[in-house]
């Protein structure tokens, strides 16, 4: 199961995401769960709205949602235990296919296969890609603690 949600072109569609994020993150309480009514438009008073009880990270997902929609991006919500393509995980990792199955003959993720087709487990894809920002980011540090020692005036 996966939902892709398409950007939101529309001026005012972008801006009812922005006051819905901004209403449910002033909303969120973490350690309570939150009721929200869900009124058909136009509609004046709750009466019989239905009440949806959340828990606080669904209503961060919501909220993480709504705001990268306001943004004008696009959004795909996905169970970490879907699999996914070699195309699929290179582009979310902004890699070239190639380059990916390199990756995966090198033991560096873990994949599967079905039939001939290599497969490998969103989570671990995602996995990768926070490890390799992780390192990334040390890397860079190292950089600028060595400036600083040599007093490069970065």
């Known amino acids: 199961m996966s939902n892709v949600i398409d950007r939101l072109e529309n001026k005012e569609d972008l801006e009812l995401a922005k006051a819905a994020q901004r209403c449910l993150v002033s909303a969120l309480d973490h350690s309570r769960a939150v009721q929200i009514a869900v009124l058909e438009e136009g509609a004046q008073d709750l009466g019989d709205a239905p009440l949806l009880r959340l828990p606080p990270?669904?209503?961060?997902?919501?909220?993480?949602?709504?705001g990268t929609l306001a943004q004008g991006k696009a959004v795909t919500v996905m169970p970490k235990e879907h699999d996914v393509t070699t195309q699929e995980a290179a582009m979310y990792l902004n890699m070239s296919r190639p380059y990916l199955v390199r990756l995966l003959e090198a033991g560096k993720i873990p994949h599967h296969k079905v039939g001939t087709h290599r497969r490998l487990r969103f989570e671990d894809v995602v996995q990768y890609k926070d490890e390799r920002k992780r390192r990334s980011q040390q890397a860079l540090q190292a950089l600028a603690d060595q400036a600083q020692e040599l007093e490069l005036g970065y």
């Open 57 to 66: 990270n669904v209503l961060r997902l919501f909220a993480d949602v709504l």
